[in-house]
């Protein structure tokens, strides 16, 4: 279904075109209502849309900072629709790019860089791991940018809820980012840390391991060649991260990382000789005339700002019992 510049559909505003997909097609709108910009997703098709349903509800459980955040599902005059969190790109082009975009448009990204998205889509991948979800889909195309550079993963279309020791019976995906297990319809935990790898691959030499018009001889490939490391088609990769995206593209899930905390916890440590190289070289402050803490919003006054805990995140001061922030609900 397509929709029109200035179309009213409810409250909502069509202001332009964000995409389109196998699935639907993605439109900017904005709410009259609460004035602000959102992401409206249409289906194709607009009939029974029941079995389309999953969708929103496994991604509507997802708070997280790297995951777009899914409000609403609605219906007006027989159009089916989500409302979705607008990702917007830069002054010059609003909406924000894609990460294959990117990918195109540079060739590669620069290894510290490349960690860096790595580690925020670990996270969200973590997250919806906690909560028994498999993305099953992850790739460059459906991650998203913002405009100050946060990597943002959508379209959880063809995620399932699985049970630790299941695995998800069908073979829906992207073949050149599907692990050996998924083309055989058995998809687990550890498919998606495939999926990551072979996006951490592609950010840092432009190109996937292997790559056919036939996704049969994308797995044969896999299952009979060797994948060239990273940091010998890019000698500018650090090996310790070349090594580190191998891992995540072993074919025996014995010898592939685990889990998605065990792959968040690595990233971390190849990005801490970063952090502390910065740290040694900064003076430390003075023990007088430090300026006050500024309250990040009405929460802080529930709290006392002379405490040494804060959000790693929001940087909202906590109490020193708290476990979860209450402003931006991250775990400390």
């Known amino acids: 279904m397509l929709l029109k510049e200035n179309q009213m559909l409810g409250k909502y505003r069509i202001v332009g ?9 993605v439109y900017l709108a904005f709410d009259e209502l609460l004035k602000r910009y959102v992401a409206l997703k249409v289906p194709h098709q607009q009939g029974d849309v029941k079995e389309l349903e999953e969708e929103p509800m496994y991604q509507s459980w997802l708070n997280h900072v790297n995951i777009v955040t899914l409000f609403n599902k609605e219906d007006f005059d027989g159009v089916h629709f989500w409302v979705m969190e607008f990702v917007k790109g830069d002054s010059v082009e609003m909406k924000g790019k894609s990460l294959d975009r990117q990918i195109r448009e540079k060739g590669c990204l620069e290894p510290q860089r490349a960690l860096e998205i790595a580690i925020g889509v670990c996270s969200a991948i973590e997250h919806a791991h906690s909560h028994q979800i498999i993305h099953r889909d992850l790739r460059p195309a459906n991650i998203l940018m913002t405009w100050d ?5 959508t379209d959880f279309g063809t995620s399932r809820i699985l049970e630790v020791g299941e695995s998800a019976p069908t073979r829906i995906g992207s073949p050149p980012y599907m692990a050996p297990e998924h083309f055989k319809g058995k998809a687990v935990f550890q498919s998606d840390i495939w999926s990551l790898g072979v996006t951490m691959y592609e950010m840092l030499t432009g190109g996937v391991p292997f790559y056919d018009v036939d996704p049969v001889k994308i797995h044969q490939a896999y299952m009979t060649r060797d994948i060239l ?3 010998l088609r890019n000698p500018k990769i650090p090996k310790a991260f070349s090594e580190l995206v191998m891992k995540c593209l072993k074919i025996n899930l014995g010898e592939r990382i685990i889990s998605a905390n065990e792959l968040l916890k690595k990233m971390n440590a190849l990005n801490e000789p970063k952090e502390q190289a910065l740290a040694a070289t900064q003076l430390k402050p003075p023990q007088v005339a430090i300026p006050p803490i500024q309250q990040p919003s009405s929460h802080a006054s529930n709290y006392s700002l002379a405490q040494d805990r804060y959000c790693w995140y929001c940087h909202l001061p906590l109490h020193k019992t708290a476990t979860i922030c209450p402003r931006c609900g991250e775990k400390n």
């Open 149 to 153: 550079g946060i990597p943002k993963v």
């Open 17 to 25: 075109d964000l995409g389109a997909g196998g699935f639907g097609s």
């Open 229 to 231: 490391p990273p940091h």
